[in-house]
């Protein structure tokens, strides 16, 4: 029995790849229709693609574990002409425009009613199937694999996969994802003919027992949805499913994770994606950038100077280079407590700017006028550590930043994102719209060269330049600071969910912007290049691990 359950498992491991990969294409676009075995413009079609990654990385994953009868040639095919059907089931239930996210991974934090030292705070669960609908609803599907069709399950499973998958939609909830108007389905996969082959071998040595199957079916209705079943009353309850869970995972559980947490997490995920993320400058790196910037110079006094290339702040003097070079070394040391204290100072003075706004003056003729906003002003009464230059850095600021200094916008205070330099300002009047300005102390358009120095892309860590640009509708950025930094933001916003609750529910972020106060100088990229970037990480990451 041992050996039937364990081949099971490692069969139903090979079907979750076959769809996990076919529906990650599907978000790159690329051959996404075509299942012949034939390549076309260079790209593989998508059949074959899929048989690569199998052999590739599957095969690999597996190790002693593999075995060719896991997924036989036949099985493969009629896999992902299953996976197709269930794409055109999606399609043909929830519109054009849907979008896949395979194998997607979530947690949150579990009310224990009687807590023991030692028990599980958190609950960790994977999604195999999550779509996103072109209105932004999700729904939430599991793969069923199993030698027998859904129809004869007992009661008992039936139900446990109810409490599952109504277990994923409150932990969805926790990223600002309604999941109470979700379709809720599973998608059962039957394993036929399924037996041990060496029967009399199995009954001498139960160790060599070796079971096989020669394909898989699935019902003409691809997907049995159990939303009801969750949000109605069950016969053997008094509550509904969803009821019950709030004793374990209440739904209040739009609470943000802690700062040290969220700190955690994007410092983990960050190096999985670039390598070199956080990793403290050399000293050997720290004087070849100043001999990129133009070297030490003299002034009249006799002191050492250094300025960075397009600084507008004031530059940093020093009576030996020796001394000159230890106030750079540290500089870039405190670079993430600067960050912080630019971001938490600046928003200050947007908060006082803001308020101001909706104060009003008496002008010489007595006429009632909006009061005028010096944000350098604000900015400077605050502290100028940092921020020495009015002439330059603070009209830079000014330029950047007026635009939120009225009554049309509010700071929201976040600990969490204000230690990662970030200053988020809403929009009153659309609330659905957040704005990030995120405050950097890094040269924002070098390129970091992740993987080695002939990529230049994001995503540089998992794949060569030319793989990305034989696609025409590639919108891949550069992997320089200040696009590195728009990722990491897109990875704090992902952690504080309760900006996107409650009368907030549905928020969108409006723009996402990185500056450098100190060079004066920021970067943006558009919600559907960073989308792009993000997709992308998110699906080689996975293969990664």
């Known amino acids: 029995m041992e050996k039937k359950w364990e081949k099971q498992n490692y069969v139903g491991r090979a079907l979750h790849f076959v769809m996990e990969t076919f529906f990650s294409k599907y978000n790159d676009e690329v051959n996404v229709r075509d299942l012949s075995n034939e390549a076309h413009d260079g790209l593989p079609s998508l059949k074959s693609y899929i048989k690569q990654q199998v052999q590739d990385r599957f095969k690999r994953s597996m190790g002693r574990n593999w075995s060719d009868d896991l997924l036989p040639g036949t099985v493969l095919d009629n896999m992902i002409d299953y996976a197709d059907k269930v794409y055109e089931k999606m399609v043909d239930k929830f519109g054009e425009g849907c979008e896949f996210y395979p194998e997607l991974s979530i947690t949150g934090k579990i009310r224990n009613v009687s807590p023991k030292p030692g028990d599980a705070e958190y609950l960790y669960g994977i999604i195999d199937l999550l779509v996103v609908d072109k209105t932004g609803q999700i729904h939430i599907f599991d793969y069923k694999t199993s030698t027998k069709p859904y129809k004869d399950f007992n009661s008992a499973k039936k139900l446990a996969f109810y409490y599952q998958l109504a277990t994923y939609g409150k932990l969805l909830k926790n990223y600002g994802l309604e999941y109470r108007t979700a379709t809720i389905g599973i998608l059962p996969i039957t394993l036929t003919d399924f037996h041990l082959e060496n029967r009399e071998e199995a009954i001498v040595n139960p160790e060599d027992a070796h079971f096989v199957y020669n394909g898989v079916e699935y019902p003409d209705e691809i997907f049995k949805d159990i939303t009801g079943n969750i949000f109605r009353k069950n016969r053997d309850f008094e509550e509904t499913i969803i009821k019950n869970l709030d004793d374990y995972l209440p739904e209040a559980i739009v609470k943000d994770a802690s700062s040290d947490h969220i700190l955690e997490y994007v410092d983990r995920q960050m190096r999985i994606w670039f390598p070199e993320y956080g990793k403290e400058k050399t000293e050997d790196e720290i004087r070849q950038m100043i001999e990129d910037d133009g070297g030490f110079q003299q002034n009249a006094d006799g002191k050492f100077i250094w300025k960075p290339k397009g600084a507008t702040t004031k530059e940093l003097t020093a009576n030996t280079e020796a001394e000159l070079f230890s106030k750079i070394k540290k500089r870039y040391e405190d670079a993430k407590k600067t960050r912080a204290w630019m971001a938490s100072k600046v928003a200050d003075a947007l908060q006082t700017a803001q308020h101001l706004a909706s104060e009003t003056d008496v002008d010489e003729n007595g006429k009632t006028i909006k009061r005028e906003i010096n944000l350098t002003e604000l900015i400077e009464q605050i502290d100028t550590r940092g ?58 358009r070098y390129n970091r060269h992740i993987g080695g120095k002939d990529r230049n892309s994001l995503i540089g860590a998992f794949q060569p330049d030319i793989t990305e640009k034989a696609d025409n509708n590639s919108l891949m950025l550069q992997a320089v600071n ?15 969910p309760s900006l996107f609750a409650g009368e907030y529910s549905g928020a969108v972020i409006g723009s996402i912007q990185v500056m450098n106060s100190w060079r004066g100088s920021g970067v943006t990229a558009s919600n559907e290049e960073l989308m792009y970037c993000w997709k992308k990480l998110n699906k080689y990451s996975k293969m990664i691990d």
């Open 387 to 444: 921020l020495e230059d009015p002439t330059g850095t603070m009209n830079w600021f000014k330029e950047n930043l007026m635009k939120y200094c009225n009554e049309d916008w509010e700071v929201v205070r976040n600990d969490a994102a204000e230690k990662f330099g970030m200053i988020l300002v809403r929009n009153k009047t659309n609330k659905q719209q957040i704005n990030v300005i995120k405050m950097s102390t890094s040269y924002l």
């Open 482 to 496: 200040g696009n590195i930094e728009m990722i990491e933001a897109m990875l704090v916003l992902n952690n504080i």
